[in-house]
C-alpha cells in the first residue's frame, strides 16, 4: 500500500473510460497537491466531465485506480466518494427550492429516527462550518429566497456538512455575477487554508489564472500537460487545450451605426402564472451595430429574445420593424418575421434550434424549407440542400462534414455551428442571437465571432445576448444591463469594464461609483 503521508489529496493512475467506439478517458495521471485550487480545462468532450464523474462515483472506470491521501480506494458510487471524503458541486443545482438551507443540508443525513435531535446537531455544525469557511448564511432561509451567490455556498456546505475534504467545483461561475465569482474565490481561498483540497472545472482560463495554484489539460480525452499557473497565460493554455496557436481577441473596427432597423418601446410580458417577466423594456437597434445584453442569466434576456423573435406575443408596448407595427393585437410570428429578414439563434439549441433526429442537411434549412431554394415542383430539392449543407459545414468548420449524420450524434459545439450558420448564411437585416458560443470549442469561437462582426460590418443590426461578460465586451458595440425583467443601464461599449457591469448586474451601481470603477 502507497505510504500515507503522500503530499497528494487524490491522485489517479492510468484511468480509462470507453463508451463504445468513444475512448473518453485514456490513461489519465494525475496528482492533485492537498490544500490547493487545482484547475482541469479542456474543450467540449475533452473527458473532463466524464473523468470528474469517475472521482465522484457516477461511473465506474475500466481501468486504473484513485488514491485518496495515499490509500487506494474503491468508488462504485457517489456514496463511495462521499466516504473518501469527496464532494461535488454541481453546474445546476441539486437544492430542494422550498427547503431551507438546513433542510437541505440535511437532505439524506438526517442523523437518525429522531429529526429534531438531528436538526438541533445539523444546526450546531452548520455554525461551525460557517464561521470556520467564511460560509456565513441564515440556515433558516428557503432556498428559492436566496440569490444564486448564497444557493451555492449552500451546495458548498452540503459537501462539507458530509465531510468533503477534496471538493469538486464544475463550472462554479456559470450563474454569478462578477463580485459573486470574486466572492466564490475567496471562498476557495479560505477553504484551502483550512486543508480542503478544490479541483475546479471550467473553461473560463482568466478564472484559471486568478484562482488556481496548479492547471492540467485535456484534450481528446488523454491529460496532455500539467502547469503551474504562475508559470502559465491564456495564449499557452488555449494552444494546448486546442493544440494549436488560438487568437484570444475579437479584431473589429469602430462601428459604424446607421439608421434603426428595429424599435421596441415599453414591452412587458407576464408568463403562464401571470408573473411579469419583461418589465417596460425600450431599446433601438441600428444598422451596422452590435448591442449586447449583459445580466445574470433568468433576468429577463430569454423573454426578451423570445417577443422579438415572435416565438412568445408581447402584453404591452410596441415593436417597429421592417416597416410593420407589431402589438399584442396585431403579432408577428416568428416564420413572418423570417420572411421579413429576421433571423433567430435561440439559447437552447435543442429546445428550440433543432430537431435532433433529423439529419444535418434537413436541420441545415429548418425554418426556412418552404424557400424556392429548396422546393422543386412536387417534391423538396434535396441535391439543393446537400449541396448548401455541404458548403457552409466546410466554411464553418463543422465536424465531421457528413450532411447524413444525424444531428443528434454532432457534438454540442458541432451542433451550434449548425444552427449559427443556418441563421448567418441566410443574410439577415437583423439577427437575435443568445449564447453565440455556449458548449462551443475555444478553437470554433473565434470563426463565430468573425462571422457577426462580419456580418455587423455588412450593415446588419445583431442583438446579441450572452451570460459571458467577455464575449459581451469584446463584440458589443452598445451594452445594455437587465435585472430582474427590466433594463438598468447602457454604456458605450469602450466604457465599459467588469466591475460596472457586474454592479449593473446586481442593481447595485449608481453614478456616484462612476469614478471608482474606472
Not at 444557493?151 to 469538486?168: P, S, T
Request: glycine letters at 8%; aromatic letters at 4%.
Amino acid at each position: 500500500m502507497t505510504n500515507n503521508k503522500t503530499p497528494y489529496a487524490i491522485e489517479l493512475r492510468d484511468i480509462s473510460k470507453r463508451f463504445g467506439a468513444v475512448q473518453a478517458n485514456k490513461d489519465i495521471c494525475l496528482q492533485v497537491p492537498a490544500g490547493t485550487v487545482h484547475g482541469i480545462i479542456g474543450e467540449n468532450g475533452a473527458g473532463k466531465s466524464t473523468l470528474m464523474s469517475i472521482i465522484y462515483g457516477f461511473y465506474e472506470a475500466d481501468s486504473g485506480h484513485i488514491e485518496v491521501d495515499g490509500q487506494i480506494v474503491d468508488i462504485r458510487n457517489s456514496q463511495d466518494a462521499i466516504k473518501a471524503g469527496i464532494g461535488m458541486v454541481h453546474q445546476h443545482f441539486m437544492l430542494v427550492e422550498n427547503f431551507t438551507v438546513l433542510e437541505n443540508v440535511m437532505l439524506g443525513a438526517e442523523g437518525g429516527a429522531l429529526l429534531q435531535q438531528g436538526m438541533d446537531a445539523a444546526r450546531a455544525e452548520l455554525k461551525r462550518l460557517a464561521h470556520e469557511y467564511s460560509l456565513d448564511i441564515d440556515v433558516d432561509a428557503v432556498v428559492e429566497e436566496l440569490p444564486v451567490g448564497l444557493q451555492q455556498r449552500v451546495e458548498i456546505l452540503k459537501a462539507l456538512y458530509r465531510g468533503a475534504r477534496i471538493l469538486i467545483l464544475d463550472e462554479p461561475t456559470g450563474v454569478l455575477t462578477p463580485q459573486e465569482a470574486d466572492h466564490l474565490f475567496r471562498i476557495l481561498r479560505s477553504l484551502t487554508e483550512q486543508g480542503v483540497t478544490v479541483l475546479l472545472i471550467t473553461h473560463k482560463l482568466r478564472e484559471i489564472l486568478a484562482s488556481t495554484t496548479n492547471v492540467s489539460v485535456m484534450r481528446q480525452g488523454e491529460m496532455v500537460a500539467h502547469r503551474e499557473t504562475a508559470n502559465t497565460d491564456k495564449e499557452e493554455l488555449a494552444e494546448l487545450m486546442v493544440g494549436k496557436k488560438v487568437r484570444l481577441k475579437v479584431d473589429k473596427d469602430e462601428a459604424t451605426p446607421a439608421e434603426v432597423f428595429l424599435s421596441a418601446k415599453h414591452l412587458s410580458q407576464l408568463d403562464s402564472q401571470g408573473v411579469k417577466r419583461l418589465k417596460d423594456v425600450s431599446l433601438e437597434l441600428r444598422a451596422g451595430e452590435i448591442l449586447g445584453i449583459a445580466g445574470v442569466s433568468g433576468n429577463g434576456q430569454s423573454e426578451l429574445l423570445n417577443v422579438l423573435s415572435g416565438i412568445t406575443p408581447l402584453d404591452e408596448g410596441e415593436i417597429q420593424f421592417a416597416g410593420q407595427t407589431i402589438t399584442a393585437s396585431a403579432p408577428k410570428n416568428a416564420a413572418e418575421l423570417r420572411d421579413l429578414k429576421m433571423a433567430h439563434v435561440p439559447e437552447d439549441r435543442h429546445k428550440m434550434g433543432l430537431v435532433t433526429g433529423f439529419e444535418a442537411y434537413e436541420a441545415a434549412v429548418l425554418g426556412y424549407h418552404n424557400s424556392d431554394a429548396y422546393n422543386g415542383k412536387i417534391l423538396m430539392n434535396r441535391k439543393a440542400m446537400l449541396e448548401e449543407c455541404n458548403s457552409r459545414m466546410a466554411a464553418w468548420d463543422v465536424r465531421p462534414p457528413n450532411p447524413h449524420l444525424k444531428t443528434a450524434n454532432f457534438s454540442g459545439g458541432n451542433q451550434q455551428k449548425i444552427v449559427i450558420a443556418r441563421e448567418v448564411e441566410q443574410n439577415p437585416d437583423v439577427l437575435l442571437i443568445g449564447q453565440p458560443t455556449r458548449g462551443v470549442d475555444i478553437g470554433a469561437i473565434e470563426n463565430i465571432h468573425e462571422q457577426i462582426v462580419k456580418l455587423r460590418d455588412s450593415g446588419k443590426a445583431i442583438l446579441l445576448v450572452s451570460v459571458e461578460l467577455d464575449e459581451i465586451m469584446a463584440l458589443s458595440d452598445r451594452i445594455l444591463v437587465m435585472f430582474d425583467g427590466a433594463v438598468v443601464g447602457e454604456l458605450d461599449a469602450k466604457d465599459a469594464d467588469e466591475r460596472t457591469l457586474g454592479l449593473m448586474m446586481a442593481n447595485a451601481y449608481n453614478e456616484d461609483q462612476k469614478g471608482a470603477a474606472q
